[in-house]
């Protein structure tokens, strides 16, 4: 008999791989939809080109390694999907290609492929394109080029460069329907949300991470805000700017790159929440989500020892 071993994630339910990419997919709909409401057919073309060069690139790079193709899975689609949600929609054509062929290069098959990256993918590409180009990030100015319907100026932004003063004037009902400057679908919270809640309901994942990111934003957000309410926002703010909603429910989440037992999750979730606060405080970037999630992935397979319960084996004499 053949003992074949095969990677994360596993699943022990009516599921599969497939199926949940499908939910997962299926999550994100509506907010693509609402970006090319916004952006119009800028949006369009970031979402079509990401979802296609995430799908090519992975085709190309495991015939490269001598391994089969695996497009069927859909984790290609939602990869595509996911980084075009976060790009801003005057992103030019080659940042949207090389974002997405560095992501699924360095972030996924360079390791192993769908359940062997030690971090997230999507993040990956955003972070070397945010770093080697980061003039391409500058929301305000992507958002200027757009006839909208609101400030287009980055309120995270606003936050860092001119205290609470600044935002005085936006509207947390306005940030919660979307009437935001960011990238294409991160700003749409109340569809990330419903995203979020649907995938939940389906059990593609458990409510663990995105719960404990969320209290972990609220607690370090109330602090700063208690200390110094004239310079940092209050916790209400800090949940429904910048991709704190996309990273809560579609990025944190990820299956590989994130812990698998309940307290390793609840940690794991918790330690993002306050390290997002701690960098859009203390750090030069006015976001921190990001980055928050790549730091903590490093410490998944420690997360994953806490509260681990040891396998036994039962001897039988015969």
């Known amino acids: 008999m053949k003992l074949i071993v095969s990677s994360p994630p596993h699943w022990h339910n009516d599921s599969n791989v497939s199926k949940v990419h499908f939910f997962l997919i299926l999550a994100l709909l509506p ?41 069927e899975d859909g984790s290609a689609i939602f990869a595509g999907l996911l980084f075009a949600l976060i790009m801003p929609a005057s992103a030019p054509y080659w940042l949207i290609i090389s974002g997405t062929f560095l992501g699924i290069l360095v972030g996924k098959e360079i390791f192993g492929g769908l359940g062997c990256y030690p971090f997230n993918p999507v993040i990956v590409g955003w972070a ?100 110094n309410a004239d310079m940092y926002a209050n916790p209400l703010f800090h949940l429904l700017t910048g991709n704190a909603m996309i990273g809560i429910f579609f990025l944190a989440t990820d299956f590989s790159s994130s812990p698998f037992t309940k307290w390793g999750k609840i940690v794991f979730g918790l330690s993002i929440g306050i390290l997002t606060i701690i960098l859009r405080a203390w750090s030069n970037y006015p976001d921190g989500v990001f980055f928050a999630i790549l730091i903590m992935n490093l410490f998944t397979p420690l997360l994953d020892r806490i509260n681990k319960k040891p396998t036994t084996a039962k001897v039988i004499m015969l």
Do not use: C
């Not at 979402?47 to 193709?69: D, M, Y």
């Not at 391409?136 to 319907?149: I, V």
């Not at 606003?158 to 919660?176: M, N, R, Y």
């Open 31 to 71: 907010v693509a939809v609402f970006s090319v409401f916004t952006y119009g057919m800028h949006a369009a073309r970031v979402i079509s080109v990401a979802i296609s060069t995430a799908v090519i690139s992975e085709i190309l790079i495991r015939r490269l390694f001598r391994k089969p193709a695996s497009i």
């Open 128 to 227: 070397l394109s945010k770093i080697s180009w980061p003039n391409y990030f500058n929301y305000d100015l992507a958002s200027a080029e757009y006839n909208l319907n609101f400030d287009f100026r980055y309120p995270l932004y606003l936050l860092k460069k001119g205290g609470v003063e600044t935002i005085a004037d936006i509207g947390l009902v306005d940030l919660f329907f979307g009437q935001q400057a960011g990238g294409l679908g991160s700003g749409a919270v109340f569809l990330l949300l419903l995203g979020g809640l649907f995938v939940i309901y389906k059990g593609v994942y458990s409510w663990e991470t995105p719960v404990s990111f969320a209290a972990g934003m609220v607690f370090m957000s109330t602090i700063f805000w208690l200390v």
